[in-house]
């Protein structure tokens, strides 16, 4: 996952609305995702980031086996990430009945406008309506930027969940490439249900659209 660093979260108020993505806004997370992950092809080996980047790409895989969100601002789509309400799906090790998100990403020309803090909020949101104890995702070490945003919001490592990113797509030959796990434990009480309505009760299944605003003031 890659957001903003937390130097880059600016004092002004941005409003971001957060809602579950279409078919429609592929295009547009796509372009998302390209420049917020294309940087990394030059400290990726070529034979880790192809499979990289196009896993990340495959937005119908993501759309099918968990939830595409994107965040606007100005009327345009910012950043993008797609929640899994049981990560164990996605093949990474996690627990069966942790959510999680994947591919977490904002616009380099969108951050400091609180856009990566309304991504985070909406998948522990939704977490939180699935009945999931656990919020975890993974990142990298060569993301240095996230990792400190992850650690400034209060995220904590969970190490024994940690993965090597070319084994994950069966690289061998090479020094490990890590991916570095993070958690929250979520409180057993849940949120009030937002204005789009209850996402199925507690059922792992899809979402219905609906969207969030919020205003990040830090």
Same mark, same amino acid.
């Given at each position: 996952?890659t957001?903003?660093?937390?130097? =880059? ?7 971001v ?24 092809a ?11 980047e ?17 965040? +606007? ?5 910012v950043?993008?990430?797609a929640?899994?309400?049981d990560? $164990?799906?996605?093949?990474?090790g ?33 977490? $939180?309506?699935?009945?999931a ?12 930027a996230?990792? =400190? ?6 995220y904590?490592?969970?190490? +024994? ?5 070319? +084994? $994950? ?11 570095l ?7 057993? =009480?849940?949120?009030?249900m937002?204005?789009g ?15 969030? +605003? =919020?205003?990040?003031?830090?």
């Amino acid at each position: 996952m890659t957001l903003a660093h937390p130097n =880059q979260l600016a004092p002004a108020a941005a409003r971001v609305a957060v809602r579950t993505a279409t078919p429609d806004d592929h295009p547009q997370i796509r372009a998302v995702l390209r420049s917020a992950y294309g940087p990394f092809a030059m400290t990726l080996p070529t034979r880790v980031f192809g499979p990289y980047e196009a896993d990340l790409l495959d937005l119908e895989t993501h759309a099918r086996r968990g939830t595409l969100v994107v965040a +606007e601002a100005r009327g345009r789509i910012v950043g993008s990430g797609a929640f899994y309400c049981d990560s $164990h799906v996605q093949g990474f090790g996690w627990p069966a009945g942790w959510s999680g998100g994947r591919g977490l990403a904002v616009l380099p020309s969108a951050r400091g406008q609180g856009v990566a803090r309304a991504l985070l909020a909406d998948c522990e949101r939704r977490a $939180h309506e699935v009945g999931a104890p656990v919020f975890a995702f993974h990142t990298a070490t060569f993301m240095a930027a996230a990792v =400190q945003l992850y650690e400034h919001l209060g995220y904590r490592r969970a190490p +024994e969940y940690d993965v090597d990113l070319a +084994e $994950h797509y069966g690289i061998s030959g090479l020094p490990p490439i890590p991916l570095l796990a993070y958690r929250r434990d979520l409180p057993d =009480q849940v949120p009030p249900m937002r204005t789009g309505g209850p996402m199925n009760g507690t059922r792992c299944t899809t979402t219905p659209p609906h969207t969030t +605003e =919020q205003r990040d003031r830090t």
